[in-house]
T-cell receptor, first 113, second 113 residues
Framework: ELKVEQNPLFLSMQEGKNYTIYCNYSTTSDRLYWYRQDPGKSLESLFVLLSNGAVKQEGRLMASLDTKARLSTLHITAAVHDLSATYFCAVTLGGFGNEKLTFGTGTRLTIIP | SAVISQKPSRDICQRGTSLTIQCQVDSQVTMMFWYRQQPGQSLTLIATANQGSEATYESGFVIDKFPISRPNLTFSTLTVSNMSPEDSSIYLC??????????FGQGTRLTVV
């Protein structure tokens, strides 16, 4: 059974600081996803990581994947209030065309001015 | 990217009744997925909906409680049957037409009273 763990569960940080969210998964996977969810909203796709060593960046967010360690990180640089949200990683065992996802627990991020 | 339209966006229902949620994708996809997000929790997969065959349910979810239809490659419905307050959740449909992405509908916020 595929298990996906995220930590921390809650993160409160000051604007301008850097921090990292960690996502560990238990079984070799094809792809790893990062999503953002604002309160009461659906999921917004942030990154899809396809291979070992993959690194993607968008604004103040950077995601990386180490398939050997079964670990992905989401790094936040110089946080701003707009980044406050819940972040989920998700992993799939399905082949291409089968995006059946197992989600991590989520990290609720609060950026304090 | 794909556009996934889900409706209703929210509903308040009486216990013992049923609600059908619709999900429309703007392109053809082989598989569609239904997830449940209980308050303050992560997402859990309910079932995978394949066109032309029975849906595949995850452990803990049964067809009598969550019947699913998939009449064509762009549309699916999920029914929550004989509802109780424990069914109060956000229900989301997902599809990944690009084979390397998994997009989500806007979600249906269900409250059972």
């Amino acid at each position: 059974e595929l298990k996906v763990e995220q930590n921390p569960l809650f993160l409160s940080m000051q604007e301008g600081k850097n921090y990292t969210i960690y996502c560990n998964y238990s079984t070799t996977s094809d792809r790893l996803y990062w999503y953002r969810q604002d309160p009461g909203k659906s999921l917004e796709s942030l990154f899809v990581l396809l291979s070992n060593g993959a690194v993607k960046q968008e604004g103040r967010l950077m995601a990386s994947l180490d398939t050997k360690a079964r670990l992905s990180t989401l790094h936040i640089t110089a946080a701003v209030h707009d980044l406050s949200a819940t972040y989920f990683c998700a992993v799939t065992l399905g082949g291409f065309g089968n995006e059946k996802l197992t989600f991590g627990t989520g990290t609720r991020l609060t950026i304090i001015p | 990217s794909a556009v996934i339209s889900q409706k209703p966006s929210r509903d308040i229902c009486q216990r013992g009744t049923s609600l059908t949620i619709q999900c429309q994708v703007d392109s053809q996809v082989t598989m569609m997925f239904w997830y449940r997000q209980q308050p303050g929790q992560s997402l859990t997969l309910i079932a995978t909906a394949n066109q032309g065959s029975e849906a595949t349910y995850e452990s803990g979810f049964v067809i009598d409680k969550f019947p699913i239809s998939r009449p064509n490659l762009t549309f699916s419905t999920l029914t929550v049957s004989n509802m109780s307050p424990e069914d109060s959740s956000i229900y989301l449909c997902s599809a990944g037409p690009g084979a390397t992405e998994a997009f989500f509908g806007q979600g249906t916020r269900l409250t059972v009273v």
